[in-house]
């Protein structure tokens, strides 16, 4: 095998499953970027993946696996710079390995990920939310399972990986109720509950797994639930309920928008935004400031407290042109 397969392979089991201890989803999405380019460097190139050097994988073919990304695949731009991001993390690991590729990897590690506009974070109003709650059918098993689950999304704002992991081991519903969880990066962390949500969770309890270790939200058969699943199930819900309430019919309504609606109700609610980072498992505080430019209300508040004391209220009006004139002669 060539130089770059046996370093493709030290990089996935050394380097990020022994040194690194990535999660899953990590090594996945690293996998697959390397699945697709390798695909693609072998067509272009000729050759079998397996043959396949550094010296083949120059800027051109780069750069044209990631335009390839998003003229051929429809790729998002954030989706072009994760793998661009996969890409680079394999050759910053390669360069001290194989000097005599560095003028290549370094062009390589030059390319710089695509900037993209960063839209305004969508998010649901309080009665979107008890809209899209009293579209669950609670009669059925699967509508107690999807009301529980929706109700701990929007109170909680865990990432979808972050719920599909909950096990009954995690839900504390004693003196300080709580649900504790392994967050992006191996985090951990703890989110408290609100009674409603422990009434909730009480009764789903009671008719789910009794061991500790299963599932929280499980298939009727006791399987984890996919990330498609939880985003059918939502999108099902949420057409129902956009009969009773006509603006959720203009939003796409998936499992993050419920994140972004459970940091906007805490936003709402005067918590700290140092505060809310800790809630959702940010990284960096900056990151919750995408929920400060997304609410309206916050700057209008703003606006209010900055007008000088003796100011009347309202927009600003020009003057008459004529008597402008003449008030400047």
Not at 40 to 63: E, N, Q, T, W, Y
Not at 156 to 168: A, H, Q
């Amino acid at each position: 095998m060539s130089a770059l397969a046996i370093t493709l392979q030290a990089f996935f089991t050394d380097r990020l499953v022994r040194e690194r201890h990535v999660s899953p989803c990590t090594i996945a999405a690293y996998r697959d970027t390397w699945r697709l380019l390798l695909g693609f460097g072998a067509k272009r190139v000729g050759k079998l993946p397996s043959a396949l050097d550094f010296s083949d994988f120059d800027v051109s073919l780069v750069c044209a696996f990631l335009d390839h990304l998003e003229r051929d695949r429809k790729n998002s731009v954030r989706t072009r710079n994760a793998r661009l991001a996969a890409i680079h993390s394999l050759f910053r690991y390669a360069a001290l390995r194989h000097p005599e590729y560095t003028a290549t990897i370094a062009r390589v590690l030059a390319i710089l990920p695509k900037h993209f506009e960063r839209a305004i974070v969508t998010f649901l109003t309080e009665a979107e939310v008890q809209a899209l709650l009293a579209a669950v059918d609670r009669t059925s098993w699967w509508g107690r399972r999807d009301y529980a689950l929706l109700l701990v999304a929007v109170q909680t704002g865990l990432r979808i990986s972050e719920l599909i992991g909950l096990r009954r081991s995690d839900v504390h519903l004693g003196v300080g109720a709580h649900l504790a969880c392994q967050g992006k990066g191996r985090k951990e962390r703890i989110t408290p509950l609100t009674a409603p949500v422990v009434s909730v969770l009480r009764t789903w309890l009671a008719v789910c797994d009794v061991k500790s270790t299963a599932r929280l939200f499980p298939t009727r058969t006791g399987n984890p639930l996919s990330r498609d699943a939880i985003e059918r199930r939502i999108a099902v819900h949420a057409a129902t309920a956009a009969a009773a309430c006509p603006t959720l019919a203009k939003k796409n309504i998936t499992a993050h928008v419920l994140r972004h609606t459970a940091a906007m109700r805490l936003l709402e609610a005067g918590v700290d935004p140092t505060v809310i980072a800790l809630w959702l498992g940010h990284e960096h505080v900056d990151t919750t400031a995408i929920y400060l430019h997304a609410h309206l209300g916050i700057k209008e508040q703003a606006l209010a407290r900055a007008r000088m004391p003796n100011a009347k209220p309202g927009r600003y009006c020009p003057s008459d042109p004529l008597l402008t004139f003449l008030e400047s002669l």
